[in-house]
């Protein structure tokens, strides 16, 4: 059984290419399925204050949280923090991981990375989908800022190729996932980050969709979070990911410690035929469908 990380960055400021081979081969980790990178890399942030942000967005106060987003964003959609400016590329580098995929084509896979912001999104895909190794797409409404319509062209032509969708929910006008669920009876969605910034109070929505699946990427979980998602789902519809190289910082494991979130996956009170599900299984399952 393999183990597949289904959702990490690619971004050499931050890890390099040779760096990530190292620590895959020192936790056992086969392949990764890379992302370009969406922005410049961002300071540490301290793990004070991912909790205090992990409690908000499962609390009734959730929308706060929204509010809170918006007020980082300059009039550009860039992120403020701290004083500085760091930007959100509104296309990301597919040219980067294609590289990747061709210098280590038994270790890598690929999402492209795509924003329907831009008139030639559909272009973009249909140059990248003929590429070895790109495996789906990836969206991201929260920070390229779209409303969840403006992807239905993305989806239809997803699910006419089989291929799924890695998509990053916005607060509002940004998270409505049914939009797509409902419009494309076939394709696959993989939620980023245990559906952030919904996360319970959509799990039980997809439940009952064998089309819909989860990501336990991020240090915007934590090990009880991701517990409680594995217990409302199932084992079935969750996909180990890592969203490396943020926030599992580690001097000694060289700049990223790649065994944090699979230490939580390994220590889940779940059958090792379901754990294994989850590292690796699932994730050949849902690209076994493409066409």
């Known amino acids: 059984m393999p183990t597949i990380d289904a959702h990490a960055h690619l971004d050499e400021r931050m890890l390099q290419v040779p760096r990530m081979l190292e620590q895959m081969a ?7 399925i890379l992302i370009p990178c969406m922005n410049d890399p961002l300071p540490h942030t301290p793990k004070a204050l991912l909790w205090t942000v992990r409690r908000l967005l499962c609390s009734p106060l959730h929308k706060v949280a929204g509010a809170i987003h918006r007020s980082t964003l300059d009039e550009e959609g860039n ?30 896979l690929g999402w492209i990375f ?10 973009e895909l249909e140059r990248w989908r003929a590429v070895p190794g790109f495996v789906g797409v990836k969206l991201h409404p929260h920070w390229h800022d779209w409303k969840i319509e403006a992807a239905l062209p993305i989806a239809r032509r997803c699910e006419a190729l089989g291929l799924p969708i890695l998509i990053h929910l916005g607060f509002g006008e940004g998270g409505r996932w ?3 669920a ?35 990427s991020s240090p915007y979980l934590d090990e009880e979070l991701v517990r409680d998602a594995v217990r409302t789902v199932g084992a079935e519809r969750v996909l180990y990911g890592t969203d490396a190289p943020y926030g599992f910082v580690s001097e000694e494991a060289g700049g990223y410690d790649y065994g944090a979130i699979l230490g939580w996956v390994q220590r889940l009170p779940n059958r090792a035929a379901e754990i294994d599900r989850m590292l690796g299984d699932n994730v050949l399952e849902l690209l076994a469908a493409q066409r």
């Open 26 to 32: 020192a936790r056992g980790v086969d392949r990764v």
């Open 79 to 108: 992120l403020k923090l701290s004083g500085k400016r760091y930007r959100i590329y509104s296309r990301p580098d597919n040219a980067t991981v294609a590289a990747a995929l061709a210098a280590h084509p038994q270790h890598f």
């Open 114 to 123: 795509l924003n329907p912001r831009l008139p030639d999104h559909l272009e």
């Open 178 to 180: 049914q939009v797509l």
């Open 182 to 216: 409902d419009a494309c009876p076939k394709l696959r969605l993989v939620f980023a980050h245990a559906g952030i910034p919904h996360f319970q109070r959509m799990w039980h929505g997809i439940a009952a969709d064998r089309r819909l699946f989860l990501d336990v």
